[in-house]
């Protein structure tokens, strides 16, 4: 007889009955879960998407600490307008383009980041002004209408002069463009990106702040204990399991998602089969999210000093 596992959500009552190590598998392949903030941030770029073309097009700054789904959400959004190709004018369209900010900030090294977001490789014989005329011809040919920079901080560890320049390219690509650029980065980036006084009156921003032990931390409780594959059923969604999630993870998503995680894979492996508060005083488990934290707490202490 086969175990039916009603504390499960329904579609998620299969993976439950898989042997131990499929479970396991399951729980570290990556997927997308719905999260409040990050549904309203999607919003945010759909309304950019729509936005009609003008002189002066709005901006957006998505902003919040390493680890909150920055690059999540950019991401899911690039997937939901992923490209098409249409077969009778032979012209694929890219609506949405995602590019990493190169380490090192100039501006050569930009445009082939953005030119091989966008499929081209080999592009080492272009000079770089050969370079910023073919991305912003594939732009406008591929029909870009929203680019996504992500991890715009990178552009900090260049010199301010660099940092001035590319601020510059940025301002260039949406004027001659006039498409909405999303820049998606740190506290840190949102602050060099609003010193440039020609760009800060067009950004908008839209920060994604940590969990707080509230609504919305008891619907992700909530739906942990409905969707992990665990034979018997959790106790996540009290008071003393959010307040220890909180404090192990100072409300970082990726932290809950890690933490939540290791639990359930420990829970799969021990045969406890549940997680409940005391699964979250595992030292194995929470030696890897301390040391995270640590570091954290250090850039906390440098950002203190230097206000
Ligand atoms: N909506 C989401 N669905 C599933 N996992 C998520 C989601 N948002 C964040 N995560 C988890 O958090 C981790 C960190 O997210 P990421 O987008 O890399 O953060 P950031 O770019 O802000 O540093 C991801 O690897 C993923 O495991
Ligand atoms: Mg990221």
Not at 160 to 179: A, E, G, S, Y
Not at 247 to 252: D, F, K, S, V, W
Request: one cysteine or more.
């Amino acid at each position: 007889m086969t175990a039916i596992y009603e504390h499960l959500f329904p579609m998620y009552r299969e993976q439950a009955g898989l042997p131990d190590q499929d479970r396991i598998d399951w729980l570290r392949r990556d997927r997308w879960i719905s999260l409040p903030q990050a549904d309203a941030a999607l919003e945010r770029l759909e309304d950019l998407l729509t936005y009609p073309q003008r002189g002066r097009m709005p901006c957006l700054l998505l902003f919040g600490s390493t680890g909150m789904g920055k690059s999540e959400i950019v991401n899911r959004f690039a997937e939901m307008h992923s490209p098409a190709y249409d077969v009778s004018s032979g012209i694929a369209a890219m609506p949405v383009v995602v590019v990493q900010m190169p380490p090192e900030p100039s501006d050569e090294e930009f445009y082939i980041e953005l030119l091989r977001a966008m499929n081209y490789a080999d592009l080492g014989h272009f000079t770089a002004r050969g370079l910023r005329a073919l991305a912003h011809r594939c732009l406008a040919e591929f029909g870009v209408k929203i680019l996504i920079l992500d991890e715009i901080d990178k552009m900090l560890a260049g010199t301010p002069r660099q940092q001035r320049v590319f601020l510059n390219t940025v301002r260039f690509l949406t004027n001659d463009l006039r498409i909405p650029i999303v820049c998606a980065g740190t506290e840190d980036a949102r602050i060099a990106v609003l010193t440039d006084p020609n760009l800060a009156d067009r950004f908008g921003a839209f920060e994604l702040v940590p969990w707080r032990n509230d609504h919305a931390l008891r619907q992700l409780m909530a739906s942990f204990s409905g969707l992990l594959p665990l034979q018997r059923p959790s106790v996540l969604d009290v008071q003393d399991v959010r307040q220890r999630v909180l404090a192990l993870t100072g409300g970082i998503t990726g932290r809950i998602f890690r933490l939540v995680e290791a639990a359930a894979i420990a829970a799969i492996r021990n045969g406890r089969e549940m997680i409940d508060a005391s699964s979250l005083d595992d030292d194995d488990l929470l030696l890897p999210l301390l040391s995270m934290q640590v570091v954290a707490g250090n850039r906390r202490a440098v950002y203190r000093r230097r206000a």
